[in-house]
């Protein structure tokens, strides 16, 4: 399991802890009044326990990681949830560890007990000094050695996937039992052509063993016994190709094995521990250790001329991108110029704005035009609860253009209708279509032009007219994070996001239910990270504008899916975003977008540049909504509430 985005496990972890929440909320670190104040705001364990979860994430950042998250659920006696959380998302790679040691000294340089303690502690200092002056990223990231690296693995019938930058596991993915077999049995193995040898004289070069005076350097492989067993086991339950390794070695790579490989980090440490001995195998595997090695040395003039080429290569690119710099910052000037003259041009346009509002006179036919100007609170409604008027954990909004404002009710399972004054109108809860009854919990809603309302859950898209009738059900496969949803109203086609723990898309359907187009992430993001696509909008154009909680942007695609551009990064600056989800654009074109994880709501023009906040300082801002006249709609997940939000214009 991942280390990145802890969050996909917590409604997997919320449902199976349950009432087991606050032995969990102990081993968090949670104080008793923290736990005391989630007792109070939830009705049921499950809520109590995402909310736990979700605060637990907002304190530790970077540092709530799943592995800190399994610890606390053993902590807690609940192995049975860590089991079940194995079994749902399997690892099916075999970590290796690779640590830099000492070697074991031969009879010709003296034995290793020759040696005084306190000259070995000033040996191993001398280690981590060098670690930190040589073993760089500049070096890992060389393409021989990367190339000589990922030969010496493939040796073993294992494909190198990836190193994680900044860590010191190399994961490995193997395809039969036999080659995980062979290569666990030898790792440890130090001696003349094996495997810890031949990475030695790839990864130590003459310089960095110059640094360490009376000792050897060597790199070592480490793989716990349990991560083999676990591999080993899924190789017998799942290779259902061959079973001869010779075989293996003709067959394509299958889809999930593409190396998708990048050795740009490792991190050293000294180990003291004996060496294990040497044995001179005569398999197939240590003949083949030995050519490798000898394969390294015949070759060595030949990588430093490759080198060399390459470092004339990167000059000459250098070269060409200064020109183009250069390019680039007459580009800029002249932009800066139109930039000065359209300046001028708005601050006489805010200048005639300030004398109609003077003069209060009617401008009949032109709609108001937003200024970036202080937004304030209008109205705040609703609390914990299941009376009128009251919620548990509101999610979508959206505001018809009768200035009707529908709030999904989720755990409530109901819509309900409000003014946006806050006054209530009236609600309905969420049946699916049939005799059944079966009830739907709202995750967004969505109005069309006819003003029927279009209601998304985990399995299920539902039209309803204003007063909560059936008129529609669209099936769609089920997934346990939350769906966003809205109607274009050129083409009244219905746009669902979708996001399974791996992969994210978007469904586009007409209203009769059939599936126009999915778009997937090979055309509708740019981003390092798999993307999570939360909430989705679309302009009067028909740009697609999508929330992405996985790598805090925003995506923007045209009306067939293709990417345009995005914007946003993570981080708690004015255009940064931490986990955002609502999303909505105004008259004017400007994105309004739920930081949820900041706590706020932010407005952007339409390209993408920051304008200013709506609101801040609320608990966890969630779905946002636009009426006609400009107000700015916001549900808050935690807190139970909803807030309007209006500019506030100071007249003289």
């Known amino acids: ?75 807690a006696e609940l192995q049975h949830v860590v089991d079940s959380l194995k079994d749902n998302y399997p690892d099916p790679v075999l970590p290796v560890h690779l640590h830099l040691g000492l070697a074991k000294q ?96 790839i990864l130590i070069s003459d310089q960095l063993q110059d640094k360490v005076k009376g000792a050897q350097l060597i790199v070592r492989l480490h793989v716990k016994h349990e991560d083999y067993v676990r591999v080993r086991d899924r190789l017998e339950q799942g290779l259902d190709r061959t079973t001869s390794v010779d075989n293996l070695l003709a067959l394509p790579s299958p889809k999930r094995y593409v190396d998708r490989s990048s050795l740009s980090g490792l991190d050293l440490a000294v180990v003291d521990r004996e060496d294990q001995p040497c044995t001179d195998g005569a398999d197939d595997i240590t003949r083949l250790y030995r050519k490798v090695q000898s394969a390294v040395q015949t070759t060595k003039e030949k990588s430093n001329q490759a080198m060399k080429v390459q470092f004339q290569t990167m000059q000459g690119q250098k070269t060409r991108l200064k020109d183009k710099n250069k390019k680039a910052e007459k580009i800029q000037l002249e932009q800066n110029k139109k930039i000065l003259q359209l300046q001028e041009i708005n601050k006489n346009l805010m200048a ?101 309302l279009w209601v998304v859950g985990s399995d299920h898209v539902v039209q309803y007219s204003r007063e909560g009738t059936c008129l529609t059900k669209i ?70 504008f999508v929330t992405d909680s ?8 045209d009306r067939v899916g293709n990417f345009k551009f995005k914007f946003g990064s993570e981080g708690s600056g004015d255009s940064q975003l931490n986990d955002p989800l609502g999303i909505s654009v105004d008259g004017m074109g400007n994105m309004i977008v739920a930081d949820s994880g900041n706590g706020c709501v932010k407005m952007f023009n339409s390209q993408g540049r920051f304008l200013c906040d709506i609101g801040s300082g609320m608990e966890l801002p969630w779905g946002v909504a636009v009426s006609p006249g400009g107000d700015v709609v916001v549900t808050d997940f935690r807190d139970h509430t909803v807030s309007v939000w209006t500019v506030h214009v100071q007249r003289k």
């Not at 919620?391 to 253009?401: I, K, L, M, R, W």
């Not at 996985?550 to 695609?557: G, M, P, S, T």
């Open 1 to 75: 399991m991942s280390k990145q985005g802890v969050k996909r496990y917590f409604s997997f972890i919320k449902n199976r802890v349950s009432s087991d929440w606050k032995d969990l909320a102990w081993h968090l670190d949670f104080d008793t009044p923290d736990i005391d104040n989630i007792d109070g705001k939830h009705r049921d364990d499950k809520s109590r326990c995402m909310d736990l979860l979700q605060q637990w994430y907002k304190q530790k950042g970077n540092n709530a990681t799943i592995q800190v998250l399994i610890k606390a659920l053993q902590d």
């Open 106 to 201: 031969t009879s010709a340089q003296g034995q290793a007990g020759d040696i005084s303690e306190e000259r070995r502690e000033q040996i191993r200092e001398r280690i981590l000094e060098v670690e930190r002056a040589l073993f760089t990223v500049e070096v890992l990231n060389d393409p021989v050695r990367y190339r000589e690296v990922r030969k010496i693995f493939n040796k073993h019938k294992a494909l190198l996937k990836r190193a994680l930058k900044g860590s010191i596991i190399i994961l490995l993915t193997f395809l039969h039992q036999t080659d995980v077999d062979r290569f666990y049995h030898n790792h440890y193995r130090v001696g003349e052509g094996t495997l810890s040898q031949q990475l030695s004289h």
């Open 352 to 452: 005639r704005i300030e004398r109609l509002l003077t003069t209060k006179q009617p401008v009949v036919g032109v709609r108001p035009i937003r200024v970036v100007q202080p937004w304030v609170k209008k109205v705040n409604f609703g609390g914990w609860g299941s009376g009128r008027g009251k919620f548990d954990c509101p999610t979508g909004v959206a505001v018809s253009q009768q200035n009707e404002v529908y709030i999904a009710d989720l755990d409530n399972s109901r819509i309900q209708v409000f003014t946006m004054g806050g006054v209530y109108i009236r609600e309905f809860t969420t049946t699916l279509p049939g005799e059944s009854d079966e009830e739907l919990q709202p995750e967004d809603v969505a109005v069309d032009r006819n003003d029927n």
């Open 475 to 544: 099936d769609l496969p089920n997934v346990e994070y939350n769906r966003g949803i809205t109607v274009a109203m050129a083409t009244e086609q219905v746009i669902v996001t979708e996001y399974d723990g791996q992969n994210g898309r978007l469904r586009v359907f007409n209203q009769d239910g059939s599936e126009v187009h999915t778009f997937d992430s090979g055309h509708t993001h740019r981003s390092l990270e798999p993307w999570w696509p939360c909430y989705v909008t679309m302009d009067r154009e028909g740009n697609i």
């Open 550 to 557: 996985n790598n805090h942007c925003v995506h923007a695609l």
